[in-house]
């Protein structure tokens, strides 16, 4: 029985080392266009390594400057709209999962109709144009305050620990707000992980809403200035020149294209590890009550 066990977990860890391989391939791929060179690019040379190394792709995108400005506005909206959806939701699910709150199943079945029914685009836009918050990124964060799915998740994760903690507490005087800051707040750390990570993938991959709500072209977001970047990459080879005017190198439209795809993808993937240890427990926890 043991020996079939043992076979059983190197089984399982073999496939997953292949699904995960199977997995990076893509990305491995992509980083590797971006920094390999126009002729190997088109000779279909790259696969799993940079051939010739060269950082052209990148150069020609951070050239203008805009790129780092557009990098600038994504994180002002992606922490700035982490805080307040993060704030929001946990002042909503907290409150929620008491089950002595007046009104409680009221409230939980209007938030439910949220997730099942919305206004569409246009309803949305005219009340965003009405407060004035067109080219404004209020315009994004007021309407997106809250996620009722992570509100859910939340709710059910304060709702699996033991009331003893907080009878306890109210008995030696702690109020709610006491009782939420010092002792419910620290033993959440898993799904507040969880939930920040959803909120800022969600935020820094934010297009759409971007390219109703912004106009300036100073407050774009990284992705649509590389849509807009990347709609500029005609079919034909991009060719840059040195100060007197001499061919000096050409860039391949992939190249630009896997330059920023790793240009947006890589700050998620510099936060995802501090995230990574708190993730899947946060997850599961908040999913499954108790």
């Known amino acids: 029985m ?16 292949c699904f995960a391989c199977a997995a990076l391939f893509p990305f491995i791929n992509i980083l590797a266009v971006s920094f390999s060179s126009s002729r ?9 390594w ?14 203008d ?8 506005n994504s994180l002002v909206i992606t922490m700035v709209g982490t805080a307040f959806n993060m704030l929001f939701t946990v002042l909503a699910a907290y409150p929620l999962s008491k089950r002595r ?18 206004g569409g685009l246009i309803p949305n836009f005219l009340l965003i144009s009405s407060l004035g918050l067109v080219n404004s990124y209020w315009g994004l964060w007021l309407p997106a305050l809250i996620s009722a799915y992570n509100m859910f998740v939340m709710k059910s994760f304060f709702e699996g620990l033991p009331e ?4 306890s507490a109210a008995i030696d005087g702690a109020k709610d707000w006491m009782i939420l800051w010092r002792i419910i707040l620290p033993i959440s750390m898993p799904v507040i ?3 920040t990570l959803f909120y800022a993938v969600g935020w ?3 297009y759409f809403n971007v390219l109703i709500y912004i106009k300036s072209t100073d407050k774009l977001s990284l992705t649509v200035k590389l849509y807009q970047m990347l709609q500029n990459v005609s079919s034909e080879l991009l060719r840059t020149t040195n100060g007197e005017g001499a061919l000096q190198t050409t860039i391949t439209p992939e190249g630009i294209r896997a330059a920023s795809i790793v240009i947006a993808v890589l700050p998620i993937l510099c936060v995802y590890p501090f995230l990574q240890k708190h993730f899947v427990k946060g997850v599961l926890m908040g999913s499954v009550k108790g």
């Open 193 to 195: 992980a969880a939930l």
């Open 65 to 72: 400057g805009q790129l780092l400005v557009a990098m600038r």
């Open 2 to 17: 043991m020996q079939a066990s043992g076979w059983f977990r190197w089984l399982n860890a073999f496939l997953l080392g």
């Open 164 to 167: 003893e903690l907080e009878e």
């Open 101 to 118: 709150l007046q009104g409680r199943n009221v409230m939980l079945m209007g938030i439910l109709f949220t997730m099942l029914f919305g």
């Open 204 to 206: 820094w991959n934010n």
């Open 50 to 63: 940079p051939i010739e190394f060269n950082l052209d792709a990148y150069r020609n995108l951070i050239a």
């Open 40 to 48: 190997a690019i088109n000779a279909g040379e790259v696969s799993l």
